[in-house]
């Protein structure tokens, strides 16, 4: 109970302070050392014990990272494991509205989606374009939101697998199993001490596809990733 304690008074103010920092910050440089610096600190506090396979990764290739989604603490994980990378999180309109951490993501220059506008949807999967052209990764979870079912992945968007074909980057599959267990959805109050599992698939080569074959490639991540995940689940 006092590690719990612990962790959620560590957990507000270093959010807080972190997101400050990428709010009053002008370079890459400072966004970047600030969210895995966060992700760090949550982690070595969370009591976890992580079994991390990035081997089939590359550190100067960008990608762009597809990532099974189950919980908030996905977050801090993904700053701090995918440090290597200069990657900016794909993620819907609304979440850009929350106070001061939604600020900070707007600041720090990740990729808003509108969901609810078509045309301007459209735009911001050009923007992502640009932004992996750049350099910069775009992550998506193809899920679309939090997972409440840990026994099997929900059916993958499409948006993601455009924006893939659209900028002719390497689709890098991440899954992760552990993370419903410390903090799932709906839930408030951690569960401390979890093994939480992460590990990288073959990426997968976009170039032998068009915007045509989006379904196509979809159905062959899904697949892919399914049957990893399963067997994830079963170590």
Known sequence: MLRLIYFYLLLFPLTIF?????????????????????????????????????????????????VNHQSFFDIPLLFHYLSPWQFKFVAKKSLFDFPIFGHA???GKHI?????????????????????????????????????NPNKLLPFKTGGIILALKCKKPIAPILMVGPEKFLYKGKLIASLGQKIKIKA???????????????????????????????????
């Not at 050009?126 to 193809?142: D, K, T, Y």
């Not at 080569?205 to 399914?226: G, N």
């Open 18 to 66: 972190y997101s400050l920092v990428i709010i009053f910050s002008k370079t890459q440089k400072n966004f970047h050392w600030s969210e895995r610096s966060w992700g760090k600190a949550m982690l070595d506090n969370s009591g976890c014990e992580f079994d991390v396979d990035l081997s089939e990764l590359d550190e100067n290739q960008t990608y762009v990272f597809m």
């Open 201 to 235: 698939l073959p990426p997968i080569d976009t170039t032998q596809y068009t915007v045509k074959d989006r379904e196509k490639v979809k159905a062959l991540l899904q697949d892919a990733m399914e049957k990893a995940y399963a067997e994830m689940r079963n170590e």
């Open 105 to 107: 993501m707007a600041a």
């Open 112 to 148: 808003s989606i509108d969901r609810e506008n078509r045309r301007q949807g459209m735009k911001d999967i050009q923007h992502a374009v640009e932004v992996a052209n750049s350099g910069h990764s775009p992550l998506i979870f193809p899920e679309g939101t939090r997972n409440p």
